[in-house]
Structures are given as C-alpha cells and as structure tokens.
C-alpha cells in the first residue's frame, strides 16, 4: 500500500515549456486535490476532484489545467510554465463519507521554471 | 485569500517543555484539522476535531475549538526534538469538498 505517489519529485523548466505532474493514490479515495506551497506559506488549492469525472478550479487555478485520467489518478498540467509557477506541488486524496476528512498527502514535486 | 492564519510564525523551545500555537480563521466551519510537516516531506494529519467539539485529544497532542472567536489552538505537551517541524491547520466547510490551509507555525525543538 503505497499511499499517494507523485512523479517526477524534481523539474526543472525553461518558461513557456510544458509539463504534467503525475498523481495516483491505491486507497480507493474519491476525492483528490493538488496544492502549491511556496516558501514560508501554506498551501494554495490549485484544483481539486471530488470523484471521477469531476474537477472543479481552487484557490489558484490560473496557468494550469488537471485531468481526472481515472479514480486512482489525477494530472496537473502546466501548459506554458512560468517563474511564478516555481513551487512545491502537493497532490492529496480523501475518502468519502461523514468521518473521512482526512487528507493523504504525497511527497510533492519541486519545480523550478527558469 | 488564505482562510486560517497561525501564530506564531516561529516557535523555539526547548525539549520537554509545551508548545502551543494558534489557528484563526474566516468563515463558518465543519471541522477543522492540524497536519504537521517535515522539512522537505508532505503534510501528515494529526488530529480532527468538528465544529460541535470544544476539546479534544490524541496522546501529547490537544486541540480546542473556539467557533464563537473562530480559533483554535493546538498544545503538544512534552516537546520532544522529533517534534521539530511545521504545523499547519486546515478548515473544512460544509457542502464543499475544499480545505483552506493556514500558512503554518515552524516549531523547533531543542534537544
């Protein structure tokens, strides 16, 4: 059981290039999410899913796009990386059901775009 | 706009003695959590405690809601030097999938 596992777990972008960042999560969890931190903050929800097929923008959706490929797996895609998406990209899921809000985090993506 | 803040930002003390640190926040809630992260590692989830709960504990680890001041408070009692990291609190309202994050109290505790 492996929890919830990001790839890569270090990027380095020129801007304007493109990337995905992988997520999947072996805990049957409906809901998933990804956050940006950036140094001496919390995180910022970027999107989210709250089940399969459905995604909806967070706090800071602006610059990014996800897919929702299936229940296990939810991509966040930056189109045309910019200096300001340089971050450490968080990606959490969450069961369902009154008494499950607890979130699984992975170990996050550094990104730096130059 | 973030919906928890904590203080304080920075927290030093030595090992054996409490810590605590505050969370405020915005807006109505339905529970309210505090995650703890390592240096360079994902949040992990410490505790749980909902909107209709004033108090509640989890070994060294006790947490009290204020809904009237929207705060809550997390008290890690005897410190111990792995106790070193970032604490985070994080609010969840009803009928939303979405967590709000503060932006965290960094602990350190001298051995």
């Known amino acids: 059981n492996a929890g919830v596992t990001q790839t890569p777990k270090f990027q380095v972008l020129k801007t304007g290039q493109s990337m995905t960042l992988q997520c999947a999560q072996d805990?049957?969890?409906?809901?998933m999410y990804w956050y940006r931190q950036d140094p001496g903050m919390g995180l910022r929800l970027i999107y989210y899913s709250a089940s399969e097929g459905t995604t909806d923008k967070g706090e800071v959706p602006n610059g990014y796009n996800v897919s929702r490929l299936n229940k296990r797996e939810f991509s966040l895609r930056l189109e045309s990386a910019a200096p300001s998406q340089t971050s450490v990209y968080f990606c959490?899921?969450?069961?369902?059901?009154?008494?499950?809000?607890?979130?699984?985090f992975g170990p996050g993506t550094r990104l730096l775009v130059l | 706009s973030q919906q928890g803040e904590e203080d304080p930002q920075a927290l030093s003390i030595q090992e054996g003695e409490n810590a605590t640190m505050n969370c405020s926040y915005k807006t109505s809630i339905n529970n309210l959590q505090w995650y703890r992260q390592n240096s360079g590692r994902g949040l992990v989830h410490l505790i749980l405690i909902r909107s209709n709960e004033r108090e509640k504990h989890s070994g060294r680890l006790r947490v009290t809601l204020d809904t009237s001041k929207k705060s809550s408070s997390l008290l890690i009692t005897a410190s111990r030097a792995a106790d070193t990291a970032s604490y985070f609190c994080?609010?969840?309202?009803?009928?939303?999938?979405?967590?709000?994050f503060g932006t965290g109290t960094r602990l350190k505790v001298l051995a």
């Open positions: 994080a609010t969840g309202s009803s009928g939303t999938y979405k967590y709000i």
């Open positions: 805990m049957n969890h409906n809901s």
């Open positions: 959490a899921s969450r069961g369902s059901g009154t008494g499950v809000e607890t979130q699984y």
